[in-house]
């Protein structure tokens, strides 16, 4: 089992003039729209608990206003909470004076911004070395290692560029080679990609993905995109008004929305290409093995449905990497989950 | 008679005001026998900075501080054209016998401008970084650019006496607001998402001030430091009245007398000067900001 980087517990966040009053009053049960009319607090989060495994993606998706960008700032505690604790490694973020503080931003998270957040009087290459400056790391180890992520993102032949000469998927590039120069492991992305178009978007994607890959950092990506959300997070979270609706795997949201919320926003997501066979197989239970396909665990379902539809086998075999037989999977229960 | 209540505003005795005022008056003085001498060893460095600037620039040959002041003109400007023009300006200058007082001028413009960027680049940082100072900062700015000029001369000379060094702080007094506002203005105009991304990158106060703040609000700093500028050399003729030598006395002189050519001479010098700060220092402002348009040269 991978071990728990960081662990949010029963965190509240109340934005108002006295929001310890008004936490009161959450806790007793007052709802976002009361609290608002009645006693001029903004509920921002509430009650929210996630544990974060290391070295996976976590993602956090709820649409603007949902708390999501409030959430991500207490891993680093850009913004202090209400009520609640945020634990990372062991250590509670929330009791860390000014000092151990900026030791842990500097040395163990980096963050990637929505807009980007670069210093527009700097270069791309003092840019990417800005965290570096902050730690006061020698100056030639610091271009060294900038320079290789400059390479890493492909914007080689840049570094004496400004911000302001470069598109948009290329500032965030530079957003990104000055979070991973910076080393830390975390990597918190607050929708880091929502401000590209869709194609660069699709490559920064592709980027982060292939990263992660090599890094295996723990990284937390908030969007409010859910097939960004389903393409590159191991679990995703759903915020709706400040509270966590549901929280897992993307198949799991995906077949067992727990709320009218979750079940709206995954209506129309083309489940082929989210869900794996191990997320639908049933236990092997004496199958026939006439006419049977086999499949690997990993495979989404529309790696293998043209070949469903062309073979129309009696049943899908499950296998593993060791080519052990781990399940089962009727055409029935296929076509079901598709038409769903 | 009575006088009728509403037409004549209740004002205090004629007794009680004298006595106000020179109760006031004579405390004041009371104050400036008792301190004068302490505050006016206070400023003795900067009076001979003031004198030493003023000689150097006044017995060194002309030609050498022509060359200086344009080789500066032209490093700050990067203008050929800005450089050219302030030479026809400085030979006009000399050719009409200004040559000395314009030197005089010029070094006690400097050395304003210097204190004014030494004290109000700091105050304007507090102001920007807390509430309180501002709260407390933008009336007395207020009144220093409000208040009529000869009216704080009064108690500068009462203090101080006749000369460079209460001209100095008469001029410094009129000029330093446009600096303070300006950096603090620019301080809090700097983008909080920046901000946020060195606290998130764990950079202390300092590293945000000196790597971040200030260098993103030097356009807005420079364009106050211009103004500043602008104002000392407003000031430079009533600064003659308490006797600062430079452009401002021949001013003062032909204003009494009624000399209209001497006025004009003497007082077009001061625009020259004027133009020739004005665009140095702007298109040095710009070049600064190069990032923000066309890429490094």
Known sequence: ?????????????????????????????????????????????????????????????????????????????????????????????????????????????????????????????????????????????????????????????????????????????????????????????????????????????????????????????????????????????????????????????????????????????????????????????????????????????????????????????VKNKNNDEIGYLSTKRLSEILKR | MEKFFLSEFPELSRETLRFIKKGFDTSYRAFSREYGDTIEAVFDPVLYFLVWFEKLLQNSPWPIVLICFLAIIYFGSRKISVTIGSLFAFLLIGIFGMWEDTMSTVSIIGVCTLLSIGIGIPVGVLMAKSERAQKICTPILDVMQTMPSFVYLIPVVMLLGIGKIPGLLAVVIYAIPPIIRLTNLGIREVDSEVLEAADAFGANPRQKLFQIQLPLALPTIFAGINQTIMMALAMVVIASMIGVKGLGQPVLKAITNQYFAMGLFNGLAIVALAIIFDRVSQSFGHRIQQHRSGARE
């Not at chain 1, 302001?164 to 965030?172: D, F, V």
């Open chain 1, 1 to 317: 089992m991978p071990e728990i980087k960081i662990q949010i517990k029963n965190l509240y966040k109340i934005f108002g003039k006295n929001p310890k009053s008004a936490l009161e009053k959450v806790k007793d049960g007052v709802n976002k729209d009361q609290l608002l009319e009645k006693h001029n607090h903004v509920l921002g989060l509430k009650d929210i608990n996630l544990d974060i495994k290391e070295k996976s993606i976590q993602v956090v998706m709820g649409l603007s206003g949902s708390g999501k960008s409030t959430l991500i700032r207490h891993i680093n505690r850009l913004i202090e909470p209400t009520d609640g604790s945020v634990v990372v490694d062991g250590e509670d973020v929330l009791k860390m004076n000014d000092e151990n503080l900026r030791n842990f931003r500097r040395t163990k998270t980096a963050m990637v911004f929505q807009r980007f957040a670069l210093l527009p009087h700097k270069t791309v290459l003092e840019n990417t070395m800005f965290g570096l400056h902050i730690q006061n790391i020698d100056e030639k180890e610091a271009n060294t290692r900038a320079r290789r992520w400059i390479d890493r993102v492909g914007l080689s032949g840049y570094e004496e560029k400004y911000p302001q000469h470069l598109s948009g998927g290329m500032q965030q590039r530079v957003g990104l080679a000055r979070a991973l120069t910076n080393d830390g492991e975390i990597l918190l992305m607050d929708e880091a990609f929502s401000a590209l178009d869709p194609l660069i978007r699709k490559d920064m994607q592709d980027i982060l993905l292939e990263l992660q890959d090599e890094l295996h950092k723990t990284v937390v990506f908030i969007t409010h995109d859910l097939d960004e959300a389903l393409k590159i997070g191991d679990r995703i979270a759903i915020l709706k008004d400040g509270i966590m609706d549901q929280e897992g795997i993307p198949a799991d949201i995906l077949l067992n929305p727990k709320t009218q919320y979750v079940k709206d926003f995954v209506e129309d997501v083309n489940r082929a290409r989210v869900i794996k066979a191990k997320h639908i197989m049933s236990k092997l239970n004496g199958q026939d093995r006439d006419n049977a396909m086999f499949v690997d665990q990993d495979d989404f379902i529309d790696r293998f449905i043209d070949k469903v539809i062309s073979d129309k086998p009696n049943c899908l075999i």
